[in-house]
């Protein structure tokens, strides 16, 4: 069975930075394909950051040098560092993990408010 777990979020003012953690169990962060995903009060869900299985990284245009997505395969952990958050940041984040074949889950999410 597989679980994503996401930790970290929480209240931070702007131009603070927040860590989020998505332990992984029933799936290897190593061997699959994990992002972050965030969807804000109101919106749709956007995509954030992806890490691939050769370790290279996609993060969405507006949050290049915000945003930094990594993994730890010992800790079977992903992790989205934020830095200089926005109120715009406000969201609920989730992590994914997709299969080569396609087959994709999806975490529960973690609350990041960002005030003013």
């Known amino acids: 069975q597989v679980q994503l777990e996401e930790s970290g979020g929480g209240l931070v003012q702007a131009g603070g930075s927040l860590r989020l953690s998505c332990a992984a169990s029933g799936i290897s962060v190593r061997d699959n394909f994990m992002a972050w995903y965030r969807q804000a009060p109101g919106k749709q869900r956007e995509f954030v950051a992806e890490i691939a299985i050769d370790g290279s990284t996609n993060i969405v245009n507006s949050m290049q040098g915000r945003f930094t997505i990594s993994r730890d395969n010992a800790k079977n952990t992903v992790y989205l560092q934020m830095s200089s958050l926005k109120p715009d940041d406000t969201a609920v984040y989730s992590c994914?993990?997709?299969?080569?074949?396609?087959?994709?889950?999806w975490g529960e999410g973690t609350l990041v408010t960002v005030s003013s």
């Open positions: 994914t993990a997709r299969r080569p074949d396609g087959r994709m889950y």
